[in-house]
DNA sequence: CCAATACTAAGGTTTTTACCTAAGTAACAT
DNA sequence: ATGTTACTTAGGTAAAAACCTTAGTATTGG
């Protein structure tokens, strides 16, 4: 009886599907809308000139990398945010910018010593 | 003689292809890399095990959408970061959670209102 | 000059993505 | 019970992505 999860990370990181989700513009909007508040499948999907199984698909692509959870009741699925995968890809942004600062600072630390070394 | 940047925005947005080429996990470790410093495709693409044309495929992809820019000297070419794309996506990101906690609170102000109304 | 180095170009395969249409199924309203 | 609504399933196409190998073309060091 083997685990999913390796020691390995067979599992593609989920980072990975959140960023790929955001690569398209359509399931950007999804989530902007969701945003706003919770909604029904038809009620997202009523601004798109879209066939409605093409655009449930996005839904799942968004729902698959854990962006958005959703719950039927009745015939209605409702679909709401959830934040937590797009802090994660925030966080891999933000501590891109960081490093990237921390050089621009490294590199105004060496131009003064070469100053000093002047002097 | 049309021009290519039509007023309905022929062109994808950007953020587009920054998100999908960040959604591969060559590419982020080459972004990471390209953070502590400017290096050259062989520097580059050592720690991959991947044939050197297909990784030279990604550089490309991040060329394309912006996130790295290159230039050649003699045989060798350097990539370096360009920060710009990935504010870009932090912002998006960002702007996201801020709509995200504007709605928490206007939940928390609803909820004050009731309690109000409760006494 | 000549070999080694550092890419680059060309072309091929497999998988994934983004769409579509047509045909379900389940819940609700009358 | 029956039609309408709200999704879902199945299956099909076209283009893009992510790899590969093989065969170039410039530079450069000896």
């Known amino acids: ?5 390796s020691l390995h ?3 593609p ?3 990975d599907g959140i960023f ?15 945003n706003r508040s ?10 798109f000139d879209m066939a409605l199984p093409s655009f449930i698909e996005h839904l799942r692509v ?9 719950e039927k009741a009745g015939r209605v ?3 709401r945010l959830a934040p937590e995968p797009l802090k994660l890809a925030e966080n891999w942004l933000v501590e891109q910018r960081a ?5 621009l600072d490294q590199f105004d630390d060496y131009v003064l010593k070469l100053k000093e070394k002047d002097k």
């Open 1 to 5: 009886m083997t685990v999913a999860t």
């Open 9 to 11: 990370s067979a599992s």
């Open 13 to 15: 990181p989920p980072i």
């Open 20 to 34: 790929r989700a955001l690569s398209d513009p359509t399931r950007r909007r999804v989530v902007e809308r969701l």
């Open 38 to 47: 919770p909604a029904s499948v038809s009620e997202l999907a009523q601004p």
């Open 62 to 70: 968004l729902e698959g990398c854990g962006l958005v959870h959703s």
């Open 77 to 79: 699925r409702t679909y």
């Open 99 to 103: 490093l990237w600062e921390r050089r």
